[in-house]
């Protein structure tokens, strides 16, 4: 799993992932710096002499894995986070629980 994108550095990169030339220096240059340099520390881009900036694959995957992130929760049986103020809501948590499933306890099968 990668290091979740910023708001500064979604555009940028978004304009890496759908580019497939390189970026001279002089357009570069155009950017806010700030996120164009936490690219380039995390190597999501990189620069070759004499051609300039370009999205790498650590880059595109990164990329692809902000695009396709689920957000459902892989137990949503179980409660909400500790931050939630139930009574905030007009929430009783007590009578949000539900009841635990019984046990059907089957007979011992005897063996023939």
Do not use: C
Not at 30 to 53: A, E, H, M, N, T
Not at 62 to 80: C, D, Y
Request: hydrophobic content about 40%; cysteine-free.
């Amino acid at each position: 799993m990668t290091s979740r994108l910023s708001s500064l550095q979604y555009p940028l990169l978004l304009h890496f992932v759908r580019s497939v030339f390189y970026m001279p220096i002089g357009e570069a240059q155009k950017f806010d710096q700030r996120p164009f340099r936490s690219l380039l520390v995390r190597k999501w881009i990189g620069y070759s002499p004499g051609r300039g900036f370009r999205a790498t694959p650590k880059g595109r995957n990164a990329w692809e894995e902000f695009q396709h992130r689920s957000i459902t929760r892989t137990h949503p049986e179980r409660p909400l986070t500790a931050y939630f103020d139930y009574w905030a809501y007009g929430l009783d948590p007590l009578a949000l629980k539900k009841k635990p499933a019984r046990l059907a306890v089957m007979p011992k099968a005897k063996m023939v």
